[in-house]
């Protein structure tokens, strides 16, 4: 079977922001990092190349395929920042409509950057994304999508 391939690393988060191009999303991933840090009591941890993870969770879908992947984190990439982990909680769809601007895809939020969004909202959805995450039987809930 083959391995995941967003797996953490030893890159160290720091210098991964400090390589980003945009200034606007160097920044806001500097200011994602402190308030992630903050909200999930967790160390970062890059996954792959690009994805800053704070916690995991083990998967296993119904193909017996299995693994690990962050519980909340971010990326930011050259057209907008991507948020995950911060959709799947039921509370998460009224703070969505409160958020600001942004786009949700099928497991990613995505925003252009945090001033466009309600710092305290985003604040909540990333506390609600990391208990759901990390307390949420992930078997079962790759059977109710």
């Given at each position: 079977?083959?391995?995941?391939?967003?797996?953490?690393t030893d890159v160290p988060v720091e210098e991964f922001l400090a390589e980003v191009e945009h200034p606007v999303r160097r920044t806001d991933g500097k200011m994602l990092l402190a308030l992630m840090r903050e909200v999930t009591g967790q160390e970062p941890v890059m996954w792959g190349p690009s994805m800053v993870g704070f916690g995991s969770y083990h998967y296993k879908y119904a193909s017996g395929r299995q693994g690990d992947s962050l519980a909340v984190?971010?990326?930011?990439?050259?057209?907008?920042?991507?948020?995950?982990?911060?959709?799947?909680?039921?509370?998460?769809?009224?703070?969505?409509?409160?958020l600001g601007k942004h786009k949700t895809g099928a497991a990613c939020l995505y925003v252009n950057k945090l001033a466009d969004v309600d710092l305290e909202v985003l604040r909540e959805l990333v506390r609600l994304g990391y208990a759901f995450m990390t307390t949420t039987d992930h078997e079962s809930l790759q059977s109710q999508r």
């Amino acid at each position: 079977m083959a391995e995941n391939k967003t797996a953490p690393t030893d890159v160290p988060v720091e210098e991964f922001l400090a390589e980003v191009e945009h200034p606007v999303r160097r920044t806001d991933g500097k200011m994602l990092l402190a308030l992630m840090r903050e909200v999930t009591g967790q160390e970062p941890v890059m996954w792959g190349p690009s994805m800053v993870g704070f916690g995991s969770y083990h998967y296993k879908y119904a193909s017996g395929r299995q693994g690990d992947s962050l519980a909340v984190g971010f990326s930011p990439r050259k057209s907008n920042l991507a948020l995950y982990g911060l959709t799947y909680a039921p509370e998460s769809a009224d703070l969505l409509a409160k958020l600001g601007k942004h786009k949700t895809g099928a497991a990613c939020l995505y925003v252009n950057k945090l001033a466009d969004v309600d710092l305290e909202v985003l604040r909540e959805l990333v506390r609600l994304g990391y208990a759901f995450m990390t307390t949420t039987d992930h078997e079962s809930l790759q059977s109710q999508r």
